[in-house]
């Protein structure tokens, strides 16, 4: 029997309540058995989360001003769980040594780590499994990338498939032995590693929403939840803009081929979605409508230019020197275009335009702002006939106009670059074309 590895997120281990229903959802499919849990997160709108309340603590305790109110919110919070769940996983002897290592001088990387540790702790007493400590087998360099022997050492101490484990999210150790965290989210990434040390039939990602949405929820009232997604679609879509789950979970599990599911813990009979290797079917002709605002475009003309040897080179070029990377460029016989985030542009813009004038000498060369990049992304797109038509036209009675439009090399998406002001409308009128024909 294949194992599947399910990571719980902050909301769904919030409280003692969530944690029953963690229970309730192992015990529901034996696959189940190995438990990635994330800090507990917030239980309504105001409540702080605890990986905040750590960072506080930390930064507080760097700044010699004691870390009381944090310390004690926390201590509550994990006190509570266990009282609540009527188990004994030593949370007050715990709490106490960690006091004394923030007093101490422990790293802000060591105290953040602490969240995913209570819970797991408390995870491992209450579904009485197996504690794994990442710290021992989980090894990143400093940019946090995860060393491959990481997955056979956590594989081994995880390989007793009649055994439930339960490994905190989050962190691992640097190539010295000391405890490092992921960026903020990466639990994550904890439960793709897991999942790929061992090569489980699936990767769950247990959280508060019943799947990924086809569209922004705040510019689409009720957008559907896509069934199915594959890597390739969702990389396109979280680079534009798509909140979806950490952009780095992806790589352990895609090159293992490992499937994802998004699962809603609150709702877990919800199909969710079912993020796959490779596209077999779907209900709509795109996977989704994702765009970010805030780009500038850079225009050229040039006669011939296509006969210039070197020209986008020198262009590019340009951009460079200045350690600006670009979005897209697309070109025609005698113009091109390059896009560029205004965040890369800054101050720089006219200088930029200065010196690509004296580098390729267009005949014409422009730079226009307030641009919003829309992406619609889908496996199938660029092979069915007529959808470039339906961005036309939806866009056309929608009274958008189109500054751009760019097929990607990937042959799975169309950007479509329109006026900031026409972003949102933009949007819903590609979705009404696409989704709800
Ligand atoms: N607890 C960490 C955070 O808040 C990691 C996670 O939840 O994925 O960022």
Redesign the pocket.
């Known amino acids: 029997m294949g194992r599947i590895a399910s990571k719980f997120?902050?909301t769904s281990v919030a409280d003692a309540n969530q944690f029953r229903k963690i229970r309730d959802i192992v015990t529901a499919d034996p696959r189940r058995r190995v438990i990635v849990p994330?800090?507990p997160?917030k239980r309504h709108k105001e409540d702080p989360?605890v990986?905040d309340l750590l960072y506080l603590c930390h930064e507080m305790a760097v700044a010699k001003t004691g870390f009381v109110t944090p310390f004690n919110q926390l201590r509550d919070r994990f006190l509570e769980i266990e009282k609540d769940l009527g188990v004994d996983a030593g949370m007050a002897a715990e709490l106490a040594t960690f006091h004394r290592e923030v007093e101490a001088g422990a790293t802000r990387d060591f105290v953040a780590s602490r969240?995913?540790y209570f819970s797991g702790r408390l995870m491992a007493a209450f579904l009485g499994a197996v504690f794994i400590d990442p710290a021992d087998y989980v090894v990143m360099d400093a940019a946090g990338n995860v060393q491959p022997q990481s997955y056979a050492a956590l594989g081994n101490a995880m390989a007793d498939e009649t055994k439930l484990y339960v490994m905190p999210?989050?962190y691992g150790r640097d190539l010295h032995g000391k405890v490092k965290t992921f960026s903020?989210?990466?639990?994550?990434i904890s439960g793709a590693i897991a999942a790929r040390a061992v090569m489980a039939e699936m990767y769950e990602n247990w959280t508060d929403v019943s799947g990924l949405l086809m569209a922004d929820p705040r510019i689409v009232q009720n957008p559907c939840h896509m069934d199915q997604v594959t890597y390739r679609e969702i990389r396109e879509l979280s680079y534009m803009g798509a909140s979806v789950f950490h952009d780095e979970a992806i790589l352990p599990v895609r090159e293992a081929k490992i499937p994802i599911t998004i699962k809603n813990t609150n709702r877990p009979l919800d199909p969710g979605t079912v993020i796959v290797p490779k596209f077999t079917e779907s209900k709509y002709k795109i996977a989704g409508i994702a765009g970010k605002k805030h780009f500038s475009m850079i225009n050229l003309e040039k006669s011939l230019m296509n006969k210039e040897v070197g020209f986008v080179h020198n262009v590019l070029g340009v951009l460079a020197m200045h350690g600006i990377s670009f979005e897209h460029c697309p070109t025609s016989i005698d113009s091109m275009s390059v896009i560029v985030d205004d965040k890369q542009m800054e101050e720089k813009g006219e200088l930029v335009m200065e010196e690509i004038r004296r580098a390729v000498n267009p005949d014409k060369i422009e730079l226009l702002g307030d641009l919003a990049l829309i992406a619609v992304v889908g496996e199938e797109l660029v092979a069915t006939v007529g959808m470039a038509a339906l961005v036309f036209d939806s866009l056309r009675d929608a009274g958008v106009n189109i500054r751009v439009i760019n097929q990607g090399a990937s042959e799975m998406n169309i950007i479509i670059g329109v006026k900031e002001d026409d972003y949102e409308k933009a949007v819903r009128a590609l979705y009404a074309a696409f989704v709800k024909l």
């Open positions: 997120g902050g994330s800090a997160g989360k990986t969240g995913e999210g989050f903020r989210g990466g639990s994550d």
